[in-house]
DNA sequence: TGTTAAGCGAGACGGTACGTCGCGTCTTAAT
DNA sequence: ATTAAGACGCGACGTACCGTCTCGCTTAACA
């Protein structure tokens, strides 16, 4: 007798909530605003949607896709290939706001933050694996905790944003941090002086 | 000839600011709190300050304190050094979270924008002395650029703060940092080096 | 298909803003005094009512009621008969000043205009009739123009209003009032001239 | 040792304040609008005026001049000629609106009550003496009290004003006034009934 | 002929009301 | 029972005017 939520209108207002991110960023992000663009009643987007803020999420969820993980045989092409990889998404103005309004915003909304932890994931999984590569080449130190080593290699990437907001970097910025990056990683754990990067 | 802007309601006003901002961050921020708390009317509130951003602006410089700029002989010694100085900003919730949203802010509002490129700079300059005494040791290569090496020494630490949030980091992993910064300082721009990456 | 504006908000707004007039006259009425005592919020006022100006208006209409025709077989009688039934609120010093303020607001506002035509005309009505029976019994020329004699008729009343504003005349003062009248408009139009008055 | 208040000052309120009620009315009055077109300071007008509402009530004072008083030899006549005399001010559709608006301030405000009566007194002190002289003459009884009969005259010039706001009287339409108010006053007092009018 | 207290312009001050916007909840009719 | 439509209470927004106050500068009356 009941009648299932309709995908249709979860599927409009999602779309158009991801649109309205991408234009005006969280802080322009307004219910009122998906429901005058999209043309689905308010009442319908609380009945999916219990918060603004789990719209918000779900609409960042549809947004975010896997990334393939390279294999070029050393980290350092590893890295400078995943770096191409995403790079689409890292120079994109729009993007890059959305995600320093993230940040903030999960710093006081869990449901934000679990939102910002998937995504971190997805964008650090490959980059986990590459250093998981590279420590089983002995590029790396075994003694290295891996999960802190992939957040220490997304360190300069991420630090640009926060630095130079939407401005992305250079190519030539780019290959300076990779090099740091390598140079940094091959360079820790072991007491001795940093391995010759072979 | 007129009577001036009153710096006792000024400094209310700022003090109320700054109070409700360590509260409740950026995004709770209100006018009308401020003045609730502070007892000035609103129409002097936007008379000393045209836009609630700019108070907010001025609210947050007053914040900002200068930090003094280490000198132990060695890079590494120098950043260890400079991380105890500021541990006491760098670990204070409300602060990362302030910082958080100021970031998410600039890149929205030129305002902003120019009082958290003041923040870096309060931040970030005894680190480029460091960095500039590290070369003049020749610990690091002549061949880097200081500002962007100075980036890089930073990134590790912001990066925590973006993926991390609120939770700052600890001792252990602060060493790890510093580890990795100097190593990825002092084995950037030696010629004697990786093979080209693409 | 949406919610239709509620009547119970709309009578709570209409009587507290009626309330409020009575008690300090449109000079002083303020929407945010309807919201206070009506505990209607002050959108779902302005949704009812584009403007301040409306909601008096509406308010104010819904005071007026119309008043029966008496009919005693003279102008004299009928005159006196309609002052006493009329006394109730042309007596009431709180409806003098609404009248007063609904005039001049009337001058610059064409909907309190309406408003105020509206209320001379549930006013007049009676009167115009008097006029027209006393014109069929003879008791006024025929070549007198209804509307304009029912002005006539009034006018004492209402100079009495402007002149002594919110004291109402006494019964003596109303007395000679109508017998003013009565000889003004069975005096008028007869072009044998006025009998010698002693 | 003092300083005198400066007359050159006073004036330039007054005027200005004189202008303003002309252009906008008594509702549209404001001190910060006298201030900005006159250049006066706010303090200074303050100074010279306790109220706003006693500003008020000296600018429209110095509007106020007397008329002279006609003397043709009948009571119809003498009318006759003092509205001719008065339409320049009776006439005006600024003056009409700032005497509505005077009507209604004065019901609240005893200063301006007091304005309110001594225009009535310049405006009535005439008819008061074409009264009187009727009476002498004995065109009207000389029971009637002369004051009320003064009201009485007026009457429907301040209804006409009352019900018809900004739009003054025809030329015919006050012919017919004076027609019923010398009528109105010839036929009262005498015990012996009106005339029948047919 | 100074001195000096007041007047003066300018405009900041604490208030109150304005009319608008977005929030998240609710009610209604129609599908 | 879900939907579109939109009314509801709430609270923040930024503005206008109120009448009071604090500023320096100027000026007229007194010594």
């Given at each position: 007798?009941?009648?299932p939520?309709s995908?249709e209108a979860?599927?409009?207002?999602?779309?158009t909530a991801g649109?309205?991110?991408?234009?005006t960023?969280?802080s322009?992000?307004?219910?009122?605003e998906?429901?005058?663009?999209s043309?689905?009643?308010k009442?319908?987007i609380?009945?999916?949607f219990?918060?603004?803020?789990q719209?918000i999420?779900h609409?960042?969820?549809?947004?975010?896709?896997?990334?393939?993980t390279p294999?070029?045989?050393?980290?350092r092409?590893?890295?400078?290939?995943?770096?191409?990889i995403?790079?689409q998404?890292?120079?994109d103005?729009?993007?890059?706001l959305?995600?320093?309004?993230l940040?903030?915003?999960?710093?006081?909304?869990p449901e934000?933050?679990?939102?910002?932890r998937?995504?971190?994931a997805e964008?650090m999984?490959?980059?986990?694996?590459?250093i998981?590569?590279a420590?089983?080449?002995g590029?790396i130190?075994?003694?290295?905790d891996?999960?802190?080593?992939?957040?220490?290699?997304e360190a300069p990437?991420l630090?640009?944003l926060?630095?130079h907001?939407?401005?992305?970097?250079?190519?030539?910025?780019?290959?300076k941090?990779i090099?740091?990056?390598?140079?940094?990683?091959?360079?820790m754990?072991?007491?001795?002086?940093?391995?010759p990067?072979h």
């Open positions: 007798m009941a009648r939520l995908t979860r599927e409009k207002i999602l779309s649109e309205i991110l991408l234009d960023g969280v322009g992000f307004t219910v009122d998906v429901v005058r663009r043309g689905v009643a009442t319908t609380y009945r999916h219990d918060t603004s803020a719209l999420v609409a960042l969820d549809s947004i975010v896709a896997p990334f393939p294999n070029t045989g050393s980290l092409g590893d890295l400078g290939a995943y770096c191409e995403t790079s998404i890292t120079c103005a729009r993007l890059r959305l995600m320093l309004e940040l903030a915003a999960a710093a006081q909304n934000l933050a679990k939102t910002k998937a995504m971190f964008r999984g490959p980059v986990r694996t590459i998981q590569l420590m089983a080449r590029e130190s075994a003694d290295v891996a999960d802190f080593a992939t957040e220490l290699a990437f630090a640009h926060m630095i907001g939407l401005d992305a970097p250079t190519e030539a910025q780019l290959d941090m090099e740091f990056v390598v140079a940094g990683l091959t360079g754990g072991s007491d001795a002086a940093p391995a990067a």
